[in-house]
């Protein structure tokens, strides 16, 4: 089965600038997930979607960031404007409400450098 | 805010040999897991216990549950060096009436280096 796809993989942007990101879950799963992992540290979920509602947004700095998922398929993840300390690699992930144990699998997400 | 802290925040191994990984965390869980990052792959699940279990194994990998400490260790048996990567225990909550929404909170990880 394909895996989690994620675009850009990488992007450079500078500090005021707007960038978005595309996920593309695994087909039927309907939870999503967005990360941020800043370099050293484990990944911090950022919005959580199931179909195309948010669960949890508690994370998300709602000035800046913004987040949706039209017809509970792909998601894109926006920011504007963007910090130095946005620098980090965006991770999508999903997971299949038949998965008892909240397995989720990760795309290879995109690695976001703010000059 | 990070719920689990690993121990040790980097390990250096020669192949073959066991690789032991520790996780302790503050809040009741739902279930515990395992990841494994490197640069080839990214993020990958590797292995779940839930809060009634106390030992679970998937191949070379042991876990073992102390829901009385709030911890959890991670064994590699016989490393090898394509094991190099970043291990993050990542935990799931319970909720009222003992339901989990399935949020996932990860650790600051350990960095494993197997050398030939």
């Known amino acids: 089965e394909a895996g989690v796809a994620q675009s850009p993989r990488y992007k450079i942007i500078e500090k005021r600038q707007s960038v978005a990101f595309w996920c593309n879950p695994i087909?039927?799963?309907?939870?999503l997930y967005w990360y941020q992992q800043i370099l050293g540290q484990g990944p911090k979920l950022l919005i959580q979607?199931?179909?195309?509602?948010?669960?949890?947004d508690s994370q998300l700095p709602k000035d800046r960031f913004s987040a949706e998922r039209l017809k509970g398929v792909d998601s894109t993840l926006k920011i504007q404007p963007a910090k130095l300390e946005d620098s980090a690699v965006y991770l999508c992930?999903?997971?299949?409400?038949?998965?008892?144990?909240?397995?989720?699998?990760f795309g290879p997400g995109t690695r976001l450098t703010v000059l | 805010s990070q719920q689990g802290e690993e121990d040790p925040q980097a390990l250096s191994i020669q192949e073959g040999e066991n690789a032991t990984m520790n996780c302790s965390y503050k809040?009741?869980?739902?279930?515990l897991q395992w990841y494994r990052q490197n640069s080839g792959r990214g993020l990958v699940h590797l292995i779940l216990?839930?809060?009634?279990?106390r030992e679970k194994h998937s191949g070379r990998l042991r876990v073992t549950l102390d829901t009385s400490k709030k911890s959890s260790s991670l064994l590699i048996t016989a490393s090898r060096a394509a094991d190099t990567a970043s291990y993050f225990c990542?935990?799931?909550?319970?909720?009222?009436?003992?339901?989990?929404?399935?949020?996932?909170?990860f650790g600051q990880g350990t960095i494993l280096t197997v050398h030939p």
């Open positions: 992930a999903s997971r299949s409400i038949l998965a008892l144990g909240n397995e989720q699998f």
């Open positions: 087909s039927g799963h309907a939870t």
């Open positions: 979607f199931q179909n195309n509602g948010v669960v949890d």
């Open positions: 809040t009741s869980i739902n279930n």
């Open positions: 216990i839930r809060s009634n279990e």
């Open positions: 990542a935990t799931v909550q319970n909720f009222a009436g003992g339901t989990s929404y399935g949020k996932l909170t």
